[in-house]
Each structure stands twice: as C-alpha cells, then as structure tokens.
C-alpha cells in the first residue's frame, strides 16, 4: 500500500528554469510533510517541512505548497542550478506515529546547463 | 567530525550468510532507525529505537535483529542472507521519537548478496 504517491519518476530542467515535484497522500492523519534531498552515494537530509496548518512555506529558492482539500503537497525549486540534481523525496508522518516517516518513491532531478 | 557513521560502505556476501552492520551518532540523540532502500530507490523504515528500546518493528523477517548496546549505537544483525536482501541500508537518528523531528541519515551501506 502506497500511502504517499509521487510524480514525476524523473525530471529535466534547464538551469534557471523552475523544477516541480508533486506528492499526494491517502492518510488524513499524516500532519507533517517534509521533503528530503539525497545526492549520490548519500544518506537523504532534511530540505524543508511543512505543517498542514499553512498553505505555503519559502525558504531560499525552495517552496513547498500545499493543499489540504486535495491531500496534495508539491515541491517547487526556483531557479534551479546543476548542483540541486539529486533524488528528491516527499514523506508523510503523524502524531503518534513513533517518528515513522513515510516516503514518497523518489523523484530523479537533473539540471541541464 | 561525521554525525552519523555506518560501516561498511560496501558489503558483498555469499547466499546464506549472517552479516553486521554498525552505526553509531554523536549527535546525543535519543533515538536512532534503521532504513532500507532497494533497487528503485524506495526508502521504507525497518526499526527504530528509543534510547534503547524498541519503537518501531515494521513487518520485516525475523533473520534481521537490531541490537541497541547504548543510545548511540544501532547495530543491524542479518541472519541466512537472501537475494533479496541486496538493498542500501540507512541508518539514521533524531533527538527524540516525538512525531516530527527531523531525521539525520548516515550514508548507507550497500549490501550485496550474490
């Protein structure tokens, strides 16, 4: 059971160009969404979270929106460069859930000078 | 100074064997993990232990045992290895087991099982 989908599989961007990851859940218990970067040979690492109790959180050329209604959150890179090509994945948890992340499968993200 | 270590790296191994894998956080957190990711790059969390204390044991074989001898270490035992034990396993630790806190990943130990 696949409680955290996400899309694409794989992305190409050209450099400054704006990069979208979308992920979508099931569980309407999940209260907290971050998003982790894994680059090759790497362990992910935390790049932004966001509580369901706002809509949008920006941090640098990184914004996560969200869209409670819908069970949607989204990734959005603003300018992307060469060094921000690494995996990205979207994860799910709740209250009570022990830490347990649920992650989403990945997005492959390259960008193209 | 490396927040979270694993070791090894790399680890080929025959069908059939029992293996180790170390970790170990200097980061005084209570609470450490242990993820697999196969092939296709799926991360699924396998246990966690809370200063000690099992947590979290997902439905995983009873050939893997987590050992905790403090709250700095997590070993994962693997008995009988099978083919399909070939995956990147990541351990990782957060401050407490509270839902939320931020999770720190070592940088994986790919298995081979040949």
């Known amino acids: 059971q696949q409680q955290v989908k996400q899309s694409p599989q794989s992305l190409i961007v050209q450099k400054g160009g704006i990069s979208i990851i979308n992920c979508a859940y099931e569980?309407?218990?999940?209260?907290?969404f971050p998003w982790y970067q894994q680059f090759p040979g790497k362990g992910p690492a935390l790049l932004i979270a966001?509580?369901?109790?706002?809509s949008e959180k920006k941090e640098g050329r990184f914004t996560i929106s969200f869209n409670k209604s819908a069970k949607q959150f989204s990734l959005h890179i603003m300018d992307s460069q060469p060094g921000d090509s690494a995996t990205y994945f979207c994860?799910?948890?709740?209250?009570?859930?022990?830490?347990?992340?649920?992650f989403g499968t990945g997005t492959q993200l390259k960008v193209e000078l | 100074d490396t927040a979270v270590s694993q070791t090894p790296k790399y680890l080929v191994t025959q069908m059939g064997n029992d293996k180790s894998i170390k970790c170990e956080q200097n980061?005084?957190?209570?609470?450490m993990y242990w993820y697999k990711q196969d092939s296709k790059k799926f991360l699924k969390i396998m246990f966690s232990?809370?200063?000690?204390?099992?947590?979290i044991n997902e439905t995983v074989p009873n050939r893997f045992s987590p050992k905790s001898p403090d709250k700095a270490h997590l070993n994962l035992h693997i008995n009988s290895l099978e083919l399909g034990d070939s995956a990147v396993y990541f351990c990782?630790?957060?401050?407490?087991?509270?839902?939320?806190?931020?999770?720190?990943f070592g940088s994986g130990t790919q298995l081979s099982v040949l």
């Open positions: 232990y809370n200063n000690k204390e099992l947590i």
């Open positions: 966001i509580r369901p109790d706002v």
């Open positions: 990782a630790s957060s401050q407490d087991d509270r839902a939320n806190e931020k999770l720190f």
């Open positions: 569980n309407t218990a999940f209260d907290y």
């Open positions: 994860a799910a948890s709740n209250r009570g859930g022990g830490n347990k992340l649920t």
């Open positions: 980061l005084g957190h209570d609470t």
